[in-house]
């Protein structure tokens, strides 16, 4: 075991603060990695406050870690010491299941040991994330990161990128499709630049008129204000997928209703109540409402890859640790473009 710092929380009702603990040390399939930046994704918040109500405590999150390799084991044979890596969602599965054995790790039956507040195969002790220094994966879990994208802005691919590539990969969103996305936010506004370069007609819906311009720039064809019946009727039947990305009460029967017949709403975004599908939505059109949830590690190396080709990477605004909580509070108020991302470098100095 060596010792790390990071910055972690130990109840719902009280802020993240500076906290040390023990990393295991690097075994013969492992890759250590000195953490450069990491991502803040609203599951972070959800899970530092109990919102889920499944936080095992102390909590120290992050899911979104890139940084440069330190440190492989004797076995290790596709990461190099001095090499970029970066880290997502999920560290370890069963890798035996129906699912892992197929690269579907994140659909693993035995559940995918998550980053953070999951539970560490090796020591059996809650995995903490990347708000920290350094972090020990084994090397499946390890991914390349692109060399000519901006490092901070990659960070938020391993989450918010892959959640939305993976849905419109599957689908096959392409050329000569029209792709609605709901919500410019954080999964938004990369599922707009990915639906783009995959080479689709992108057509963003937002409740916001604040935000057309910024749609407009990020890659989309057209914006749609879906406060206004007209606008919204004016796409009646016309979408080959659209990819809901509100994790907000909103009426799902909306945008069901501007499918073609055959083609499927996926969502993305997790409202905290249940949505309410109207059967007739979906009964004469035949239509499909879906979900999607991040991708596997082949399909997340495949998201980066294809990232690195169109030099795509989420708009972001880097802060110090520190500042987590002032952070959390502006995502509450949806006040970010697009993502927070932490520069490491400020956890020594806190």
């Known amino acids: 075991m060596f010792a790390c710092i990071g910055y972690a929380t130990e109840s719902a009702d009280k802020p993240l603060v500076p906290y040390s603990f023990e990393r295991r040390d690097v075994g013969p399939k492992d890759v250590k990695i000195d953490i450069a930046y990491c991502g ?42 001095g090499q970029l890596a970066g880290v997502g969602c999920m560290v370890d599965s069963c890798r035996e299941c129906a699912s892992c054995k197929e690269g579907l790790e994140q659909y693993c039956e035995a559940f995918f040991t998550g980053t953070y507040n999951g539970t560490e195969k090796e020591t059996g002790k809650v995995t903490f994330g990347g708000y920290s220094k350094a972090i020990v994966v084994d090397e499946h879990f390890v991914l390349r990161l692109p060399e000519n994208l901006e490092l901070a802005a990659v960070a938020p691919l391993l989450c918010a990128g892959i959640t ?28 707009v630049k990915i639906a783009h370069a995959m080479g689709a007609h992108v057509v963003l819906f937002t409740t916001s008129p604040s935000k057309v311009a910024d749609a407009k720039a990020l890659g989309a064809d057209e914006v749609v ?30 945008y069901l209703g501007l499918l073609k017949r055959d083609a499927t709403l996926c969502q993305v975004g997790a409202p905290e109540d249940p949505l309410a599908v109207a059967v007739f939505s979906l009964i004469f059109k035949r239509r499909n409402f879906a979900g999607s949830l991040i991708g ?20 972001i605004e880097i802060i110090k640790i520190q500042d987590i909580e002032a952070a959390y509070a502006r995502m509450l108020k949806s006040d970010v473009k697009y993502r927070f991302v932490i520069d490491m470098a400020s956890l020594e100095a806190a």
């Open 40 to 81: 803040v994704c609203h599951s972070d918040l959800h899970t530092a406050r109990n919102e889920w109500k499944n936080t095992i405590y102390p909590c120290c999150p992050g899911h979104e870690i890139v940084g440069t390799v330190t440190e492989v084991g004797a076995e290790v044979r596709n990461f190099k010491v």
């Open 225 to 254: 204000i879906s406060k206004n019946p007209d606008e919204m009727a004016a796409h009646a039947t016309s979408f080959d997928f659209i990819l809901d990305c509100v994790a907000a009460k909103h009426d799902i029967n909306e």
């Open 164 to 191: 939305t590539y993976s849905p419109l990969s599957h689908w096959k969103v392409g050329p000569g499709q029209k792709v609605g996305v709901v919500g410019l936010g954080g999964l938004g506004h990369m599922a």
């Open 296 to 315: 596997g590690i082949a399909e997340t190396q495949e998201m980066l890859d294809f990232c690195g080709k169109h030099g795509i990477t989420s708009d």
